[in-house]
């Protein structure tokens, strides 16, 4: 059965510090996203990789980084968390050949305080 | 820029009626749209899709959606609901950013299915 594992279901950290989540496809798939979830806005693009090494800036790229060194992982990173990034992250990957399937992990609930 | 709307927060409907979840888009070009589900504390599930050809696309879990060009819509439908398809629905539809292909979402739909 084909899986996207994010590394954390639920994260409580503090204002100002550094947060990694972690994101592992076994499909390999070549594309892989990270988005945020919140009420009443529905998903929207964080940041997004192609492929090995390559990343793209989405809609709301401001705060985070990524980093995808091997084909199956992709992290999401951020360099100074604020209260303002509470929210549900979401991973999905796809194949470049199959259009707009995407697979997603079962997201991480990260709370900043 | 592309988009879609989903106009309804909420849906409610009684177990075995049929069900109906709203989309319209905003695209240039040809549409390539989509609907996932998102049950609790869960991530995102692929129903269906429409790239091209017959209006009607059908799905996962019984249910179906229909692309009508000329309202720019592509509504989620099923003949009769069942109380475990309350979830979270999502509309989405392929948008270009730089020759790569990435998905916009839309706000979300709750269904609410009553026994």
């Known amino acids: 059965d084909v899986k996207v594992t994010q590394s954390s279901r639920y994260l409580v950290k503090r204002t100002g510090e550094k947060v990694f989540l972690e994101c592992v496809q076994d499909?390999?798939?070549?594309?892989m996203f990270w988005y945020r979830q919140d009420p009443g806005l529905g998903l929207r693009l964080i940041y997004f990789?192609?492929?090995?090494?390559?990343?793209e800036k989405g809609d709301i790229p401001e705060g985070y980084s990524v980093s995808r060194e091997k084909k199956e992982r992709f992290s999401l990173i951020l360099e100074s968390a604020s209260t303002n990034q509470t929210s549900m992250y979401l991973c999905?990957?796809?194949?470049?050949?199959?259009?707009?399937?995407?697979?997603f992990g079962e997201g991480s609930r990260l709370t900043v305080l | 820029a592309q988009s879609v709307a989903q106009p309804e927060d909420q849906v409610n409907v009684a177990e075995g009626n049929p069900l109906t979840v709203k989309c319209t888009y905003s695209?240039?070009?040809?549409?390539?749209l989509f609907w996932y589900v998102q049950y609790p504390n869960r991530g995102l599930q692929f129903l269906l899709k429409y790239i091209t050809g017959d209006n009607l696309v059908k799905g996962s879990y019984g249910f179906e959606a229909e692309f009508n060009k000329s309202q720019t819509s592509f509504h989620l439908k099923k003949p009769s609901a069942l109380v475990s398809d309350s979830a979270l629905y999502f509309c989405?539809?392929?948008?270009?950013?730089?020759?790569?292909?990435?998905?916009?979402f839309g706000t979300g739909t709750r269904l609410l299915v009553s026994p």
């Open positions: 989405a539809v392929r948008a270009l950013n730089t020759g790569f292909q990435k998905l916009v």
């Open positions: 999905a990957s796809k194949s470049w050949r199959t259009p707009g399937e995407l697979f």
């Open positions: 499909m390999d798939h070549e594309n």
């Open positions: 695209v240039s070009g040809n549409p390539y």
């Open positions: 990789s192609y492929d090995v090494k390559m990343k």
